[in-house]
């Protein structure tokens, strides 16, 4: 006596492209579509470590093109070098915080006000939830410093290849108090 | 009434300036996003680890001690380069500053009157000295947050013929922004 399958009386059935129609498929048509799929998921995996497939991708926000302008026409010219208005930056300074913000403007509270320090570095200014945040950007050290519950935070990061981990910490534990 | 002589000692409730001049802004930045607050340029020392102060009286703004004291630092305002406007002064009870710590460690607030020749004097003149091992940007926001936190804005006004700009339209902004959200201001 014929015994039908699950498969063929289920009422709802999932199916994948491979099932579509497998049955009027030569079976062989069907096995090479299935070592086509099988082999491109497999090199996905191949190719790319599980974090990296899983990592969220950086929204960049909108402000950083302006400012990234804004940094690279006040670099020091010829003309305004020799009698320094504090209106400049050097290209080192420059560059550096265009790094800065090219890796942490997704982890920022906010478009940032910039300016000169009286000593050359890059000041920029955030508004939080919590009060004013400063980051101060030099080529060879980046200092945040913010004020919570009224006492002021400070850190100062001088490995800068760990920049971004270290804004995050930082802005995470101000969230938290 | 005669001016006030100040003793060699800072009194606690001594009213301790920082004077406020406009700060340029970068030659390519169109300042698409405004700051209320103070501007770190103004608590920043180029030259060394002492931050200048002016006493302005012994409990308060007193205007004998102003009069002297604005004199001063408007030809303070022309001997830079480009010239700036002064705007006024921040100010703060002494025992605000006095004391206070950066990481552990104490400030100092000292007199230091400046015997010199007319407007190159100032008998008023303090300054606080950087912990050793603090960088000057970090002293510089500390100074920051304390006038911030505990002071208030003295605006110099158009009796005292400056010329006024957008600078300080925003100062006052900030003052009334900073009253507002000082929950210190009463003590």
């Known amino acids: 006596m014929y015994s039908p399958t699950a498969d063929e009386v289920a009422s709802i059935q999932i199916k994948t492209p491979i099932d579509w129609n497998s049955k009027i498929r030569k079976p062989g048509v069907t096995e090479r579509y299935k070592r086509l799929i099988m082999r491109s998921k497999k090199d996905l995996s191949d190719t790319k470590l599980e974090n990296d497939v899983y990592k969220l991708s950086m929204v960049i926000p909108e402000w950083l093109k302006s400012i990234q302008e804004s940094i690279n026409k006040s670099v020091y010219t010829v003309a305004n070098l020799e009698q320094d208005d504090e209106r400049s930056i050097n290209q080192e300074v420059a560059d550096a915080a265009s790094d800065f913000f ?25 508004k939080t939830n919590t009060g004013n945040l400063t980051i101060i950007i030099s080529p060879s050290f980046v200092i945040l410093f913010a004020i919570v519950n009224g006492d002021p935070v400070e850190r100062k990061i001088t490995k800068l290849n760990v920049v971004r981990m270290e804004v995050e910490e930082f802005l995470g534990s101000l969230a938290t108090g | 009434m005669a001016r006030w002589k100040p003793d060699k000692k800072i009194g606690k409730h001594e009213l301790i300036g920082r004077r406020l001049f406009d700060e340029p802004m970068l030659i390519g930045y169109s300042e698409e996003q405004s700051f209320e607050g103070l501007d770190l340029r103004n608590f920043e020392e180029k ?17 004998g001690v102003k009069n002297y004291l604005l004199r001063r630092a408007i030809a303070a305002s022309e001997n830079f380069k480009p010239k700036r406007t002064f705007n006024g002064w921040f100010t703060v009870a002494a025992h605000f500053i006095e004391g206070e710590q950066i990481n552990g460690k104490a400030i100092s607030l000292i007199a230091s009157p400046i015997i010199d020749e007319d407007l190159k004097e100032n008998i008023y003149h303090a300054h606080v000295v950087k912990p050793d091992e603090t960088d000057s940007i970090v002293m510089a926001l500390y100074l ?15 009796d005292n013929k400056l010329t006024l700009n957008t600078f300080t339209s925003k100062f006052l902004i900030v003052k009334n922004f900073i009253n507002k959200i ?3 201001k009463s003590r």
Do not use: Q, W
């Not at chain 1, 942490?104 to 009286?118: F, G, V």
């Open chain 1, 102 to 126: 090219l890796k942490t403007a997704d982890l920022l509270p906010s478009e940032p006000h910039i300016y000169r320090s009286k000593k050359g570095d890059l000041v920029s200014e955030y």
């Open chain 2, 47 to 63: 030259r060394d680890d002492e931050t200048s102060l002016d006493r302005l009286g012994r409990t308060g703004v007193e205007k």
């Open chain 2, 144 to 158: 920051r947050h304390l006038f911030t936190k505990y002071g208030k804005a003295h605006p110099v006004n158009n």
């Open chain 2, 182 to 184: 000082n929950p210190f």
